[in-house]
């Protein structure tokens, strides 16, 4: 049977984390009605990520897929591009919701459903510093891309007619895969729907936000040039 949801959770480096995070995420999905898949797509890991990975799929409705190249972007893509079902779903290994795709699939004459981090409903609960850095990157999403939704981060639920459509323009690897979707599908006039959710780190940041905010404007400076060459 296909799934409604395939889920595609990138991963690197995560072989101390998985053996709490995957029967966790096991867990959370059994309490959701519909069939679901997840798609675990390890990337570059110089650990036993993909290994370890495996071993805890076994006999669950998980694949492990492995690619050379540490690049979160890149990861999401192949993901995409090997689900199945009605939706394709963006989540990360510490961050995931069943309540979130039982909202998906109440709604209806929707392509696009984001968890939004910034909706008046939802509970932030990241440090301010966090939260502070969210607010800068909508700021910058709109004044740079024109977008109008509230984030671009996070949890996000595609028709895979949407993924069909647009994953073959979106040139953004790393952090910024999913902005660019996201912004496409704005443009492109698909129907997107923000939800609220509740935000809890169940670990400390991974990333450094310092070393990110360069990476993240020159992304997104890419991202208007490639969209005004799209309208020429």
Same mark, same amino acid.
């Given at each position: 049977?296909?799934?409604?949801?395939?889920?595609?959770?990138?991963?690197?480096?995560? &072989?101390?984390? *998985?053996?709490? &995070?995957?029967?966790?995420?096991?867990?959370?999905?059994?309490?959701?009605? &519909?069939?679901?898949?997840?798609?675990?797509?390890?990337?570059?890991?110089? @650990?036993?990520?993909?290994?370890? +990975?495996?071993? *805890? &799929?076994?006999? *669950?409705?998980?694949?492990?897929?492995?690619?050379?190249? +540490?690049?979160?972007? +890149?990861?999401?893509?192949?993901?995409?591009?090997?689900?199945?079902?009605?939706?394709?779903?963006?989540? @990360?290994?510490?961050?995931?919701?069943?309540?979130?795709?039982?909202?998906?699939?109440?709604?209806?004459?929707?392509?696009?459903?984001?968890?939004?981090?910034?909706?008046?409903?939802?509970?932030?609960?990241?440090?301010?510093?966090?939260?502070?850095?969210?607010?800068?990157?909508?700021?910058?999403?709109?004044?740079?891309?024109?977008?109008?939704?509230?984030?671009?981060?996070?949890?996000?639920?595609?028709?895979?007619?949407?993924?069909?459509?647009?994953?073959?323009?979106?040139?953004?690897?790393? @952090?910024?895969?999913?902005?660019?979707?996201?912004?496409?599908?704005?443009?492109?006039?698909?129907?997107?729907?923000?939800?609220?959710?509740?935000?809890?780190?169940?670990?400390?940041?991974?990333?450094?936000?310092?070393?990110?905010?360069?990476?993240?404007? +020159?992304?997104?400076?890419?991202?208007?040039?490639? *969209?005004?060459?799209?309208?020429?």
């Amino acid at each position: 049977m296909s799934p409604t949801f395939s889920i595609v959770i990138p991963v690197f480096n995560e &072989a101390g984390f *998985l053996p709490t &995070a995957i029967p966790a995420l096991v867990s959370e999905m059994e309490g959701l009605e &519909a069939p679901w898949r997840v798609l675990i797509v390890e990337n570059g890991s110089t @650990d036993d990520t993909a290994s370890v +990975a495996r071993g *805890l &799929a076994r006999d *669950l409705p998980i694949e492990v897929i492995s690619l050379p190249d +540490a690049d979160y972007g +890149a990861a999401m893509r192949r993901g995409f591009e090997l689900a199945e079902g009605s939706w394709v779903v963006n989540f @990360d290994i510490d961050y995931f919701s069943a309540e979130f795709l039982s909202r998906v699939v109440e709604l209806e004459g929707i392509d696009l459903v984001i968890g939004s981090k910034r909706d008046p409903g939802s509970d932030d609960r990241r440090p301010p510093i966090r939260r502070l850095a969210t607010r800068v990157f909508n700021l910058l999403l709109k004044t740079m891309l024109g977008s109008g939704v509230s984030d671009t981060h996070g949890m996000k639920a595609f028709r895979s007619s949407l993924v069909l459509d647009l994953v073959p323009a979106v040139a953004s690897t790393q @952090d910024l895969f999913d902005t660019e979707l996201v912004v496409r599908a704005e443009r492109a006039g698909y129907r997107i729907a923000e939800v609220p959710v509740v935000v809890e780190e169940i670990r400390s940041a991974k990333s450094s936000l310092i070393k990110r905010v360069p990476r993240t404007v +020159a992304g997104l400076w890419r991202i208007r040039r490639s *969209l005004r060459a799209d309208r020429r």
